[in-house]
């Protein structure tokens, strides 16, 4: 490796001091002078017709300075995904929808008498009828979630090739349902927003949000403002996972008291907040069918899945069309059918996390997959690797595979995990003991940014070289925890040829920063980082430029390195960046300043037929569990989990084994415990005590939670690297139910596999 | 109720603050004196985001008057910096890169503190039987416990 080189090495967090310090400020932590507390007033029914609103009382409570509700709003909807979908107002004007739902907000001196003045808001309803089960709103006199609209806002269609001849031309066909459950993204900084109008009548928002500029674009959307009398502000922002991909309620309505008191507007939600009113993983239900012939070469895949919306569409088509694309695209499966069905019902909505609905039908895919090679008599492994995805390759949807490192992932998770040694013991059978330990595998494809959104999937960056030889990274994207800020400024060092520590990052603002879609789809790393080193390349050739004239060299017989920038051969002659920078033609005051906008040669997606390219690069995972199940009380542990990820080119392997690490946890709490519990739309269990995410000890011990990171060196990537967010998540919760399938020969196809599922499953068995 | 003038050192610092009997120890610490390094995650002490030192021992300051800490020593995130520079326990948490969205961290950084204090060579069964009640969404706590036990092999914890 370069000795110089700043890609590849294990850099610290940029601001990892300022986190451990306790420095870092998150939105909760900002206060401005007259600054005001706003909560929430939500609806305590599922589904109910708001007759009348009686806020007068609150109004007139001591320290209440804006009592608002729908009809001091411009009663606009969100755009969200656009055109149909536009269903969700800021604040309800005609009916709730789901227990949560927003019906008014008050701004007060103090958060108590904010709370105390929602106690005396009076809202009349009148009661609907609620559907909680979307297979039960698809019927025909199920009550109508939103008046005048089918519950069923979306049929997905796939079909490539024809399923059904080539299934029953295939030598074998398993037919199976699997259900998966909602879940929280469980973000340990609850939700929060600062709202203040400036001098000059800018609104100025500091929110947890992962989309600075979407944020920007919906509030005065909602608002009724131009686009840039909205500027959203940097802050740090506690996890996202897909929560805070979009736009919430919570910035529009501090935005809209703060234009109405003049004075800044705080929210801070509390757990049971973040818990009940934000946004959730879209449960499913998945019926699917897939053939082989008896070589295991997989012939066909056709699914239905019946989406779980929750009282709003949000993001839920893209999500339910990117589930799509992953059904169709993973492993070579030449015919394909897929219907999708998104579906209303009177619950806390879902949108993107984590995975965008791949998780869900790599759950069923993949757990399918196990059962194929079972009764084939093959080895989960070699059916795998019979039918991975290789370099080079389209996909039935249209996906242009360009690196691939699928097999090789496969191997090496099979090799660092012991497959073939553990499998051949394993054949042995574990009857006599009471804990069970079984070897389960399971791969994802993901991609690195997505044209599955009207807006398309661009980034902007802006680098700037100072006459002090420091350098400005402008990033429209949050860094939420993902070390984006930090990937990004090693490939501009890199690009450049400085150090790291000259490169300082100011992202989020959307005032100057250059816009960007915001981070998800595994997409900052890709497709910022693209942007990113074309902007550094840029500043590189301008100093280039500059020294050449100042030297009296020609631009190619120069190298930049450890700030200077020197003469091939005569290393002695040389100028330091920011002389260069100094004598440049092309600086504008005292730096030079270059800018570019990156969009990926990707293809928008046919929503109609599924068929695109939707991504510049793909991205592959294997993973191997190993558990431990207790016989008397089904309870699950990990024992071991290996993930081989292919990342492209590890820019910064703290970074990406960290990503895939928590990944993994989420992957864990997803398989064997989290779940939200309702009862008649409410939640039951909206806090860390009664829904179960993986602790410190969920995980596995003494270094046996491993990652092995293998690099394709992908053609478009920034130096080869791909994004890595997402995909660790897709096929985790497979590997955990294929491995409590190897220990205890119980298939578990609802989600999580709870003691209480297993144990019972396990006494069902003994006695048969 | 009326409030109460209680005294309690912070970060070294002797300090009278004014509380009402209902007032949490991290609602006093972040909107009275301005250490907003604890965080509210969760209200109920299940997250470990508010953990602080009281006498050396961490507690969740969201359930804690701050009556309670009459006469008490609090450590917050903010007293651990050193003038010379980073904690040994914070220079572990950045060098293994045990943080992601930093939310928990001074949390976590302050349990490992603690353990370290009555413990400076725990084995990794101990480390994470310390960390049980912080709750971390991100990493996944494998490079935390990385962190915390680099410090237990080279007994750099106090």
Same mark, same amino acid.
């Given at each position: ?13 940029? =601001?990892? &001091?300022?986190? +451990? ?59 969200? +995904? ?94 199976? +349902? ?20 400036? &001098? ?71 757990? &049971? ?44 088509? $893209? ?62 492994? $070699? ?244 558990? &431990? ?108 139910? =294929? ?30 | ?93 950045? @060098?293994?890169? @045990? ?14 503190? @603690? ?31 990385? @962190? ?11």
């Amino acid at each position: 490796m370069n000795p110089n080189a700043v890609i590849g090495r294990p850099f610290p967090q940029l =601001n990892a &001091e300022s986190k +451990v310090k306790g420095n870092a400020a998150f939105c909760d932590d900002l206060w401005f002078p007259k600054m005001l507390y706003c909560r929430i007033l939500r609806s305590p029914h599922a589904h109910a017709r708001i007759l009348e609103i009686d806020t007068s009382e609150a109004e007139s409570l001591p320290g209440v300075k804006a009592v608002i509700t729908a009809g001091d709003t411009p009663r606009i909807p969100f755009v969200h +995904v656009g055109g149909p979908f536009q269903d969700k107002l800021p604040l309800q004007d005609s009916k709730v929808r789901y227990v949560g739902d927003e019906v008014a907000a008050v701004a007060a001196l103090r958060e108590d008498i904010a709370e105390t003045a929602l106690r005396l808001i009076r809202v009349k309803y009148e009661v609907l009828p609620a559907v909680f089960d979307p297979e039960e709103a698809l019927g025909e006199d199920a009550p109508q979630v939103h008046d005048g609209k089918n519950n069923a806002l979306i049929h997905i269609k796939r079909d490539f090739g024809n399923a059904e001849r080539a299934l029953e031309e295939s030598d074998l066909v398993l037919e199976d +349902v699997f259900e998966t459950q909602a879940v929280s993204h469980c973000n340990l900084e609850p939700r929060c927003s600062v709202a203040m109008m400036d &001098e000059q009548g800018v609104l100025k928002i500091w929110t947890s949000t992962q989309s600075p500029h979407y944020v920007r674009k919906e509030v005065s959307h909602v608002l009724g403002l131009p686009l840039t009398n909205v500027r959203v502000m940097e802050i740090h922002v506690g996890g996202g996972f897909g929560s805070r991909s979009k736009v919430c309620e919570d910035e529009a309505i501090t935005a809209m008291l703060a234009l109405k008191t003049g004075r800044p507007v705080k929210i801070a939600y509390s757990r &049971e907040e973040e818990f009940t009113a934000t946004r959730i993983r879209m449960p499913f239900k998945i019926w699917i069918k897939q053939g082989v012939t008896n070589d295991g070469t997989l012939t066909a895949r056709k699914m239905k899945v019946i989406a779980d919306k929750g009282a709003y569409a949000h993001y839920g088509p $893209a999500v339910l069309g990117y589930a799509a694309g992953v059904s169709c695209a993973l492993y070579r499966v030449p015919n394909v059918k897929y219907d999708g069905y998104l579906v209303y019902t009177n619950k806390h909505f879902a949108g993107p996390f984590r995975g965008f609905g791949a998780p869900q039908v790599t759950f069923a895919i993949e757990s399918q997959i196990d059962r194929l090679a079972e009764n084939l008599g093959m080895d989960g492994m $070699a059916l795998r690797l019979k039918n991975a995805n290789q370099p080079n390759e389209t996909t039935t949807n249209g996906w242009r595979i360009t690196s691939c490192g699928f097999s090789d992932c496969i191997r090496k998770a099979a090799e660092t995990s012991g497959w073939a040694e553990k499998k051949k013991a394993r054949a042995k059978g574990n009857s006599d003991q009471d804990t069970l330990r079984g070897i389960g595998m399971a791969c994802g494809i993901h991609l690195c940014g997505a044209k599955i959104f009207a807006d398309g999937d661009y980034s902007g960056a802006i680098v700037k070289v100072f006459e002090d030889g420091q350098v400005t990274l402008y990033k429209g994207n949050t860094d939420m925890g993902t070390w984006s800020n930090t990937t990004a400024a090693q490939i501009v060092a890199e690009e450049i040829g400085i150090d790291l520590d000259r490169v300082r990052v100011i992202s989020m603002d959307t005032e100057t920063t250059p816009t960007d879609s915001g981070s998800f789809a595994s997409r900052v790393l890709f497709i910022h980082g693209n942007a990113a080193k074309k902007a550094a390349a840029k500043a590189k050739a301008s100093l280039l430029k500059s020294a050449a004239a100042v030297l009296g060299e020609t631009e190619k017989d120069l190298f930049i390195e450890s700030g200077a920038i020197a003469v091939t051969g005569n290393p002695e002659k040389r100028i330091t960046i920011g002389e260069a920078v100094k004598q440049s033609a092309e600086k504008v005051c005292d730096f030079i300043s270059c800018e570019y906008h990156y969009d990926p040669p990707s293809e928008p997606l046919n929503f109609q037929t599924g068929y695109s390219n939707i991504s510049a690069a793909y991205t592959f995972t294997t993973q191997v569990a190993e558990v &431990e199940v207790d016989r008397s009380t089904g309870l699950v542990s990990v024992q071991q989990f290996v993930v081989a990820q292919d990342v492209g080119k590890a820019i910064n392997p703290l970074a990406v084994e960290g990503q895939i690490e928590g990944a993994v946890a989420q992957g864990i709490g997803y398989a064997l415990s989290e779940g939200y519990h309702y009862q008649d739309g409410f939640v039951l269990n909206a806090n860390f005590t009664d829904y179960s995410m993986p602790g410190i000890q969920t995980l596995p011990k003494d270094g046996k939670l491993k990652v092995i990171l293998v690099e394709t060196d992908d053609p478009e990537g920034p130096f080869g690297a791909k994004g890595a967010g997402e995909l660790t998540l897709n096929p985790t919760a497979a590997a955990v139910a =294929n491995a409590v399938y190897d220990a205890t020969g119980i298939r578990c196809n609802t989600l999580p596999i709870t003691p209480e599922q297993l144990a019972a499953r396990l006494e069902e068995k003994a006695h048969k | 109720m009326t409030k109460q003038l209680i005294e309690m050192k912070v970060n070294g610092d002797a300090l009278e603050v004014l509380v009402a009997p209902e007032d949490l120890l991290l609602n006093v610490l972040r909107n009275q004196l301005g250490l907003t390094g604890a965080k509210y995650g969760c209200g109920l002490g299940r997250c470990g985001s508010c953990i602080v030192l009281m006498d050396g021992e961490p507690v969740n300051s969201c359930l804690i008057l701050a009556v309670a800490a009459e006469g008490k020593e609090i450590t917050t995130i903010e007293g651990l910096w050193r003038e010379q520079g980073p904690h040994p326990i914070q220079e572990a948490f950045i @060098a293994h890169g @045990a943080m992601q969205c930093g939310f928990c961290t001074p949390g976590m950084v302050l349990s490992s503190k @603690a353990l370290l204090n009555r413990n400076p060579h725990p084995d990794e069964t101990e480390v994470r039987e310390a960390l049980e009640s912080n709750l971390c969404r991100c990493t996944g706590y494998a490079k935390i416990v990385e @962190a915390v036990m680099s410090l237990s092999h080279a007994g750099k914890g106090e």
